[in-house]
């Protein structure tokens, strides 16, 4: 009897893992996936939180900077330069749950980065912002 | 048929009645419009927001996606061509690139187009709320004045929290709404 109950939970266990919806990563895990994706330029030469700060705070010859929305400090809550809305912190030591997510990671990219340089950003780009991000402290 | 049954069903008619003529004053005052300088005849010359307009089951993934920048607007607020304009134009959505992915946009634009507005009978489908006959009539200079489109808390028209306090559950009855001072 109880072999028959603990097999039941182990195959419980399994189809509730497999019932998973798509696996969070860690911010490491997404930090390295854009790094590869830079390796593959020409010229990569490594992710630099330097850069990626000033990148943050330049408005690249437009209105907005990424900084307009989010703040000079991406560990404070932010505002739509538009709206008005509150945008929760961008920093993963103040939102744990940023860059955990693939799909939103590259939705947010895609639309910031039309928003601010009107162009998408490299590879390069995006992994020295995230650089930067995970340089800030609470 | 016994007096008392009778006494009954005039008094139940009565009832009826009354429940009736009360009925039809608050359809009064909510339609005192009709009829308002258009062509078509209509309230608002049929360019009105649905009723109920916030739709009894809501969709996760309008929900999550539609309030990320702005409160998620009621479906009901626009006809259903309006809709299918603004989800087709998400890439440029009033200054800013808010695309999603083909899979997302079929879903939340199904959702829409089937709880838009069941009242807007012009051939119109203006891109912005404000842009209908019952909003500007609904805020016109009569019920607002200037100055409180100009406070920092309101910024914009679209901002229907500022005053609408609960805008996001599609509540705007006049009861729950608070000008900013």
């Known amino acids: 009897m109880s072999r028959i109950l603990s097999s039941s939970c182990l195959a419980l266990a399994v189809f509730g893992l497999a019932a998973q919806p798509v696996l969070a990563e860690t911010q490491e895990q997404i930090r390295a996936s854009i790094e590869s994706s830079a390796r593959s330029a020409p010229g990569f030469q490594g992710l630099s939180a330097t850069r990626g700060g000033q990148f943050f705070k330049s408005t690249h010859g437009n209105d907005w900077s990424c900084a307009s929305c989010h703040t000079d400090n991406p560990a404070a809550v932010g505002k739509h330069a538009k709206t008005g809305k509150p945008i929760q912190p961008l920093a993963p030591s103040a939102n744990a749950e940023r860059f955990t997510d693939p799909a939103k990671v590259n939705k947010w990219f895609k639309r910031n980065c039309n928003d601010v340089l009107g162009r998408v950003c490299t590879p390069q780009e995006q992994g020295d912002v995230l650089a930067y991000l995970l340089t800030i402290r609470k | ?181």
Not at chain 2, 7 to 12: A, G, P, R, V
Not at chain 2, 17 to 26: D, E, H, P, T, Y
Not at chain 2, 84 to 98: Q, S, Y
């Open chain 2, 1 to 181: 048929m016994s007096n008392r049954y009778r006494n009954f069903s005039i008094l139940f008619s009565a009832v009826l009645l009354a429940m009736g003529v009360a009925a039809s004053a608050v359809q009064a005052d909510d339609d005192r419009d009709e009829g308002r300088g258009d062509g078509y005849g209509r309230k608002y010359g049929g360019e009105n927001r649905g009723k109920p307009v916030q739709p009894a089951r809501l969709n996760a993934k309008w929900q999550q996606e539609c309030s990320s920048c702005h409160i998620a607007y009621a479906p009901g607020l626009l006809p259903a061509e309006s809709w299918r304009k603004v989800m087709a134009g998400l890439d440029k959505h009033f200054g800013t690139d808010a695309s999603l992915t083909a899979q997302e946009s079929k879903e939340i634009t199904d959702w829409l187009v089937s709880n838009a507005s069941n009242r807007w009978s012009a051939p119109t489908s203006p891109l912005k709320i404000t842009d209908g006959a019952w909003f500007k009539r609904k805020h016109d200079g009569h019920e607002i004045s200037p100055s409180v489109w100009k406070k920092p808390q309101v910024k914009s028209p679209a901002n229907c929290g500022a005053c609408h306090t609960q805008a996001e559950s599609g509540d705007f009855s006049e009861r729950n709404i608070r000008m900013p001072r």
